[in-house]
C-alpha cells in the first residue's frame, strides 16, 4: 500500500510518500496560503499514490486538502482515530493533529516516558507517559498540595472512541499532577509556546528600528550589532525557555522522560540542549505513517 502522508501546518504543508513500512525519499512543499487545487494538482500530478492521510491545523486548507484527495481513501487524523496509545485528556478534540502525530511517532519510535518538543510556528511540548486506572498521582513537591488518588477512567460522555482508548487518569485541567509509570502509554497533554521565528519576527514588526533577521548560531553573547545582539537574544533565550519547560515538566514525572525534538528549527536550538536525547526530523511523518495502517485498509 502506497500512503500519501499530508502534513498541513500554519506555515507549510509538507508531503511524503510510503511504501509499507518505509518512508519514501520523495518529498514536497506547498507554503499553506498557497494550498488549492491548482497547487495540489501542479505537485502532486505526477505522484502514485493508493491512499492518503492528512493532518492538518488549518481547517479551511484542510477542507481543500480533503476534497482534492478524496477520489481515493483519505483519512483525516482526529482524537477518533485509532491510535497505538491512549488520550488522557479532558478536551481530546482540542489537540492538534500534528501533536497526536507526534506522539504515536515518539512512542512507537523511542518508547514513553517521553516529551515530544516540536519547533514550528509554535514550539509545542507533548508527554507521553504510561498511565492506566487506578494510579496514584500528586502535586509537585513545591506545591504543597497533598497527594491525592484519582478514580478510574472517565471519559467524555459524547465521545465513545476516546473512551474506547482512554488508559489514563482524568484530572481536572488546573490541576499539575505527576505522571507515574504504569501500564498503558497515554497522551498526557503538555505545554505550547510561540515558535523562534513567531518571536523573533513579532519583536522586527512591532518596533521602529529592530530589522528581521536570520536565525543561526551567534558568534557571541555581547552583540556588537542590533543584528547579532537579536541573534544572541532570540537563539540563547529560546534555549533558556526550552530548559525551563523541561525543567518544570520533568517535576512532573515519576521517571526521567526521554526527550526527543523535530520541527524547522530544532537542528539550531537543540545544538546547545543537552536535554534532547533525539533529533527526529520525520517524527510526524513517522506518526502519520504508522496511524495511516491503523485506519485505512
Excluded at 504543597?144 to 485541567?173: C, L, W
Excluded at 553573547?221 to 533558556?240: D, H, P, W
Excluded at 537542528?267 to 502519520?288: C, F, K, S, V
Aim: charged share 20%; hydrophobic share 40%.
Amino acid at each position: 500500500m502506497r500512503i500519501l502522508i499530508v502534513d498541513n501546518s500554519n506555515t507549510r504543508t509538507k508531503f511524503a510518500l510510503a511504501d509499507g513500512d518505509q518512508l519514501d525519499p520523495w518529498r514536497a512543499i506547498i507554503p499553506t496560503p498557497e494550498i488549492s487545487p491548482k497547487s495540489l494538482e501542479e505537485c502532486l500530478a505526477e505522484i502514485n499514490w493508493d491512499v492518503s492521510i492528512i493532518s492538518s491545523v488549518v481547517p479551511q486548507k484542510a477542507a481543500i486538502l480533503v476534497s482534492w484527495l478524496g477520489d481515493k481513501p483519505c483519512h483525516q487524523l482526529s482524537h477518533l482515530s485509532k491510535l497505538p496509545i491512549g488520550i488522557n485528556y479532558p478536551k481530546p478534540e482540542q489537540i492538534g493533529a500534528d501533536r497526536l502525530a507526534n506522539a504515536v511517532g515518539a512512542h512507537t519510535l523511542y518508547g514513553s516516558p517521553c516529551i515530544v518538543l516540536d519547533f514550528g510556528t509554535a514550539v509545542t511540548f507533548d508527554v507521553i507517559a504510561p498511565a492506566n486506572a487506578p494510579n496514584e498521582v500528586q502535586a509537585p513537591a513545591n506545591d504543597g498540595a497533598s497527594a491525592q488518588r484519582a478514580g478510574g477512567v472517565q471519559a467524555p460522555a459524547n465521545d465513545s472512541a476516546s473512551a474506547q482508548r482512554a488508559g489514563g487518569v482524568q484530572a481536572h485541567a488546573d490541576d499539575c499532577k505527576e505522571v507515574q509509570a504504569s501500564n498503558h502509554p497515554s497522551y498526557q497533554g503538555g505545554v505550547i509556546a510561540p515558535g523562534l521565528a513567531s518571536m523573533t519576527e513579532g519583536l522586527a514588526n512591532r518596533t521602529a528600528l529592530l530589522p528581521h533577521i536570520t536565525l543561526q548560531e551567534p558568534e557571541c553573547a555581547i552583540g556588537k550589532s542590533t543584528e547579532q545582539a537579536m541573534l544572541a537574544g532570540a537563539v540563547y533565550g529560546y534555549r533558556g525557555l526550552v530548559r525551563e519547560i523541561l525543567h518544570n515538566l520533568n517535576k512532573e514525572f515519576a521517571n526521567d522522560p526521554l526527550v526527543i525534538a523535530t520541527g524547522g528549527d530544532a537542528p539550531l536550538i537543540t545544538r546547545g540542549l543537552d536535554e534532547i536525547a533525539h533529533l527526529a526530523p520525520d517524527l510526524t511523518l513517522e506518526g502519520l505513517k504508522i496511524i495511516a495502517h491503523l485506519n485505512i485498509s
